[in-house]
């Protein structure tokens, strides 16, 4: 079993495991607190609640980590399709499909997600998107570049006109354009989580730091000197519940 292997089998059966993480090759995403807030957010707002989600599309599978763990605690019976361009990560992300027999309900593409096949789309969309504000994609891990605002992916992603989305949202990534574009899409807020993040190896990198400041100063970016919000949000056109953006965009803006 090669290194990557080594490091995601720790990050299955522990995602705090920090002296794996000295080891970590830097082409696999690897930041196990967002990782497993991610897969929190899919295990209670998406695989133990929806309704409308038989066939889910996955942007940036990563090491596939999120997706197996909350796979492993739902009753979802039905396809997640995940897209991934680090052939790295597919591969740890195969081991661990094959290794707990999931082949059935998860299957990782080793190809841009804006490639895809369009015809096999699902509805519904699940991603923990890069969202890392630069001037350019010349950081430590380019695939986690989000644009200048650090939200064009996610806006991308939200003008797919997918039914239902559960994305990530990060305070310092222009949270209310987001919420706001949303909103423009014929979205609305049906649920959402929040969970308090530790600046790390990605957010902590100076030109991506330099950018977070400059975009506070704009009132693009919120955080303290400690932390920043992240947040799970459920987006949905045609829901019959109420529209939480007004509360979720208080939140993010709390720090
Ligand atoms: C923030 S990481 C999330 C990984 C994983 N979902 C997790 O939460 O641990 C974003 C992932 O998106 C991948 N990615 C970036 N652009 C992509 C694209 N166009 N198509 C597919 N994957 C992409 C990156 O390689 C990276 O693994």
């Keep these: 079993m ?22 970590v090759p830097q ?9 497993l807030f991610y897969s929190q957010c899919l295990e209670r707002m998406v695989l133990n609640t929806c309704e409308d989600c038989n066939s889910i599309v996955e942007f940036g599978a990563g090491d596939g980590s ?7 605690k739902s009753q ?7 897209y991934e361009l680090n052939s790295k990560s597919c591969e740890v992300a195969q081991f661990w499909i094959d290794r707990y027999k999931l082949s059935h309900k998860y299957v990782v593409h080793n190809s841009c997600f804006f490639q895809r096949d369009w015809q096999s789309a699902g509805n519904y969309l699940i991603s923990n998107p890069p969202y890392l504000p630069a001037i350019n994609h010349d950081l430590y891990m380019p695939a986690l570049h989000g644009g200048i605002d650090g939200a064009s992916i996610t806006k991308q992603l939200m003008g797919m006109d997918c039914q239902s989305a559960m994305l990530m949202i990060s305070a310092y990534s222009d949270p209310v354009g987001t919420i706001e574009y949303a909103i423009a899409q014929g979205y609305q807020v049906e649920d959402f989580m929040t969970s308090p993040m530790t600046f790390g190896y990605y957010s902590s990198e100076p030109k ?13 970016a919120f955080y303290s000197e400690n932390i920043y919000v992240l ?5 949905k056109k045609h829901s019959s519940k109420p ?7 208080k939140i993010m803006m709390a720090l």
């Design 27 to 35: 082409e696999i995403f690897f930041c196990p607190e967002e990782s």
């Design 208 to 220: 991506v730091r330099q950018r977070i400041t400059d975009l506070h100063k704009y009132g693009k």
């Design 66 to 72: 999120p997706v197996i763990n909350s796979l492993l």
């Design 76 to 82: 979802f019976n039905g396809l997640i399709q995940g």
């Design 243 to 249: 529209d939480l953006s007004a509360e979720l965009i």
């Design 2 to 23: 090669n290194r990557a292997l080594l490091r995601s089998k720790a990050i299955v059966k522990n995602y705090t495991s920090k002296h794996v993480s000295e080891h």
């Design 231 to 235: 947040a799970g949000v459920l987006f």
